[in-house]
């Protein structure tokens, strides 16, 4: 079957990759179309560590093609949204309700791919750049047949990090200020979640001025190119600052532009060495900084939320989904996205 792999040094779309038969439950997807995140370039490009050889792809949605013992929440024909979410079930964390926090779920990468007969790891519990990929039960989300499945594709990653960090982690409420720093697939999120959650004014920037009709249409109330102007906008300045880019000076711009008893969220992924700064002082107004992992999501929910928010209008999908590729152009899928040219790149198969 076809994929694409990392071999650490190049990436490389291949069409002799195997899977194994589900276990025990286990689901086996057969993958329509794959979103193309920043995640996956910055394995690429070192940002993000990773063992290699790895099949890339995150972000995917498909058919059930067969469930492993145990699984009966999804079966053979069903339309499935993946989270990237492998977690337990069972510890502590998940039984309060906080499965990104499940340490069964982070940094235990598998290897059911092979080809020629190496084993491959799959990036992110889910290698969504593959015709088939196996994914615990737990990642496998019914959603209704007549979701696009290249729109559905980005509820796993895009919706659920950005929408969920704003409705779980930062929990905006009505009439809130949110001030967002990046207008790519995450930042486009995180201004439909602050829109639907019911903030009173949204403020968008982007260095790129091309980005402010997509950012209005999903729910900016204002669009700059740079953060000197919020404090015209907001003067005592945001409730909430989303850094959407993973730059270490604008996450200090995010902190710097909070109001008393703001909260700056972190989403997006600088270097793993990367150390940020800010003023203490500044902080003794109850201002908060949060890390966001994946939208603090609980995906067999949250999945099922933004599959309803979509069919009630509320939630925008397709218009995320800027340009589509077959799996054999993923380099100016790549190229496409790393210049900004594109909200979203889509793989399909």
Do not use: W
């Not at 990436?11 to 979103?35: C, K, N």
């Not at 067969?66 to 977690?87: E, M, W």
Request: hydrophobic fraction near 40%; include cysteine.
């Amino acid at each position: 079957m076809r994929g694409v792999i990392f071999d650490g040094k190049q990436t490389e779309v291949v069409d002799d990759l195997e899977i194994r038969d589900p276990g025990p439950g286990e689901v086996l997807v057969a993958i329509s179309a794959a979103g193309l995140c920043h995640s996956d370039l910055s394995v690429v490009d070192g940002t993000i560590p990773f063992p290699v050889p790895v099949v890339l792809g995150h972000e995917g949605a498909g058919i059930v093609a067969a469930v492993g013992v145990g699984v009966t929440h999804v079966q053979p024909g069903d339309h499935v949204s993946l989270s990237t979410l492998a977690n337990c079930g069972t510890c502590a964390e998940c039984d309060r309700g906080r499965p990104t926090m499940c340490r069964m779920a982070i940094g235990r990468p598998q290897q059911p791919f092979t080809r020629r007969g190496r084993p491959l790891y799959q990036f992110a519990a889910n290698s969504a750049f593959a015709e088939r990929t196996l994914v615990k039960a737990v990642q496998a989300v019914r959603i209704p047949d007549e979701i696009p499945l290249p729109s559905a594709a980005l509820i796993g990653c895009g919706v659920l990090t950005g929408v969920g960090a704003v409705l779980n982690r930062a929990r905006v409420d009505r009439g809130d200020t949110v001030l967002v720093i990046g207008t790519g697939g995450i930042g486009l999120n995180v201004i439909q979640g602050a829109r639907i959650a019911g903030a009173l004014k949204i403020v968008a920037v982007d260095s790129n001025p091309a980005k402010e009709a997509v950012a209005r249409q999903f729910g900016a109330t204002h669009f700059l190119t740079s953060t000197d102007g919020v404090k015209d906008i907001l003067p005592t300045g945001a409730n909430h600052a989303f850094e959407c880019v993973g730059r270490v000076e604008l996450i200090r711009q995010a902190i710097d532009l909070l109001d008393r008893h703001g909260q700056a969220v972190l989403l997006g992924v600088p270097p793993s060495t990367a150390e940020a700064s800010f003023l203490v002082s500044s902080m003794y107004l109850d201002k908060s900084i949060l890390g966001c992992r994946y939208g603090s999501a609980r995906p067999q929910r949250d999945i099922a939320l933004y599959a309803d928010l979509y069919r009630e209008g509320r939630l925008l999908l397709d218009e995320l989904v800027t340009a589509t590729y077959p799996v054999e152009d993923f380099e100016k899928a790549a190229e496409d996205a790393r210049g900004g040219r594109v909200a979203r790149a889509v793989l399909t198969f």
